[in-house]
């Protein structure tokens, strides 16, 4: 069983940073394809953007993008999420969720949108105060 670990969210005033950490246990290279989600309370789940391991070319959504990076380290088989700038509506519930499945970077957004992930971590909530 692979697990995701999520964690680095907390509470912010908005223009702040925070750093999310998505890590896989037991096994770095199981997973070839990561994306980074968020659900805000009565709101539907929105990917916000993706990396595949090997391709190293992450996407982002509209919303995030210029203020958010994904990056990797695979020594620690990290996957960062650093969002900069937050805003207030960027408050939610964030996870990370890998497969097997490669991704480049064109194929992101319809991995996203589908969720269409074999593995799902337990999420870090992210509060961002105006």
């Known amino acids: 069983q692979v697990n995701l670990v999520e964690s680095g969210g907390g509470s912010v005033q908005a223009g702040g940073s925070l750093r999310l950490s998505c890590v896989a246990s037991?096994?770095?290279?199981?997973?070839?394809?990561v994306g980074w989600f968020r659900q805000a309370p009565g709101k539907e789940r929105e990917g916000v953007g993706g990396?595949?391991?090997?391709?190293?070319?992450?996407y982002y959504t509209d919303s995030v993008k210029g203020r958010f990076t994904i990056s990797q380290d695979k020594d620690s088989a990290t996957v960062y999420l650093q969002m900069k700038n937050l805003k207030p509506e960027d408050t939610a519930m964030y996870y990370c969720?890998?497969?097997?499945?490669?991704?480049?970077?064109?194929?992101?957004?319809?991995?996203?949108?589908?969720?269409?992930?074999?593995?799902w971590g337990q999420g870090t909530q992210v509060t961002v105060s105006s």
């Open positions: 037991d096994i770095p290279y199981w997973r070839r394809c």
């Open positions: 990396i595949d391991i090997g391709y190293d070319d992450p």
């Open positions: 969720a890998a497969d097997r499945k490669a991704c480049p970077s064109e194929y992101i957004p319809l991995r996203l949108q589908g969720g269409d992930f074999e593995h």
